[in-house]
Nanobody, 124 residues
Framework: QVQLVESGGGSVQAGGSLTLSCEAS????????MGWFRQAPGKEREGVAC???????KYTSSAQGRFTISQYNDDKTLNLQMNSLKPDDTAMYYC??????????????????WGQGTQVTVSS
């Protein structure tokens, strides 16, 4: 059974940085694609960044250039380095994993496993 646990959220001022981490158990090396999603109050959960089974990355336009996704420890650790944070980045951030294909997706319906989330709050 795949289990995902996020950490690293917190409160920062605009322009600051945070690094989120996701520890995965039950993961088989190079079997799953993984991603970071976020959900702000009253909004749909949206993709932020993902990495596929071959180590290739995708970012949404809002994350491109500010966020960096990385994977370590035989795919068991997934990080999201977030720089130049804005108040619009305030949300609950979730780690997710899926195995329905080779390439990662920024759509929540393509993921089977989810963590409980970690809150990020950016003040102006």
């Amino acid at each position: 059974q795949v289990q995902l646990v996020e950490s690293g959220g917190g409160s920062v001022q605009a322009g600051g940085s945070l690094t989120l981490s996701c520890e995965a158990s039950g993961i088989t090396y190079r079997r799953y694609y993984m991603g970071w999603f976020r959900q702000a109050p009253g909004k749909e959960r949206e993709g932020v960044a993902c990495v596929d089974r071959y180590g290739l990355f995708k970012y949404t336009s809002s994350a491109q250039g500010r966020f960096t996704i990385s994977q370590y420890n035989d795919d068991k650790t997934l990080n999201l380095q977030m720089n130049s944070l804005k108040p619009d980045d305030t949300a609950m951030y979730y780690c997710a994993a899926g195995d329905d294909g080779d390439w990662c997706s920024l759509f929540r319906q393509d993921y089977t496993y989810w963590g409980q989330g970690t809150q990020v709050t950016v003040s102006s």
